[in-house]
T-cell receptor, first 118, second 115 residues
Framework: GAVVSQHPSRVICKSGTSVKIECRSL??????MFWYRQFPKQSLMLMAT?????????EQGVEKDKFLINHASLTLSTLTVTSAHPEDSSFYIC??????????????FGSGTRLTVV | SQQGEEDPQALSIQEGENATMNCSYK?????LQWYRQNSGRGLVHLIL?????REKHSGRLRVTLDTSKKSSSLLITASRAADTASYFC???????????????FGTGTQLKVEL
């Protein structure tokens, strides 16, 4: 089955630094990738949608300059949390969808990244 | 926000009992999916039901969908302690903010199955 690898699984960084999270589709081409954020005991909130080769579409209220998304290839999307602050501490999860026509197979999720900003 | 709502927020049952979770959503959808998440872990896809389907089964799982009421339910029969997790419904629909179809999650139900 489809596999999405997300790295790192955990990261601790100092306030003011930037952190990059990678999301790779291992055995399929992901034309679209999604980034979610989840606070403890809460649901997943969609942050942005990225399509290969084009700019990401951000959900309302998500700061584009704070959460930089790059989807440079059909198998890799990255999320960079810039100038991180303690309130950015959260669980970030990526998801990948194969090309059009396969969306009913479901979305494949990475295992998530626990970000702690100290 | 287009996020759906689930109820109950938390459910505690004894092993062997059935667990029912409900999900309501707001927009037209292509399909609705149910996911499971163990504490602090990634998501596991459980089942997908298309908008033109009314009921679907997979092992001990039974999902219903009522598009007229914009609601779905997940039934887990003969629950086991290992079923303890959070369960989320997610609707696959065209995003109003652009970017094509996207998956929007419900608020989730925390299920605890006790021995």
């Amino acid at each position: 089955g489809a596999v999405v690898s997300q790295h790192p699984s955990r990261v601790i960084c100092k306030s003011g630094t930037s952190v990059k999270i990678e999301c790779r589709s291992l055995d399929f081409q992901a034309t679209t990738m999604f980034w979610y954020r989840q606070f403890p005991k809460q649901s997943l909130m969609l942050m942005a949608t990225s399509n290969e080769g084009s700019k990401a579409t951000y959900e309302q209220g998500v700061e584009k300059d704070k959460f930089l998304i790059n989807h440079a290839s059909l198998t890799l999307s990255t999320l960079t949390v810039t100038s991180a602050h303690p309130e950015d501490s959260s669980f970030y999860i990526c998801s990948a969808r194969e090309g059009l026509g396969r969306r009913e197979r479901g979305y494949t999720f990475g295992s998530g990244t626990r970000l702690t900003v100290v | 926000s287009q996020q759906g709502e689930e109820d109950p927020q938390a459910l505690s049952i004894q092993e062997g009992e059935n667990a029912t979770m409900n999900c309501s959503y707001k927009t037209s959808i292509n399909n609705l999916q149910w996911y499971r998440q163990n504490s602090g872990r990634g998501l596991v896809h459980l089942i997908l039901i298309r908008s033109n389907e009314r009921e679907k089964h997979s092992g001990r799982l039974r999902v219903t969908l009522d598009t007229s009421k914009k609601s779905s339910s997940l039934l887990i029969t003969a629950s086991r302690a290992a079923d303890t997790a959070s369960y989320f419904c997610a609707t696959d629909a065209f995003g109003l903010t652009g970017g094509g179809n996207k998956l929007t999650f419900g608020t989730g139900t925390q299920l605890k199955v006790e021995l």
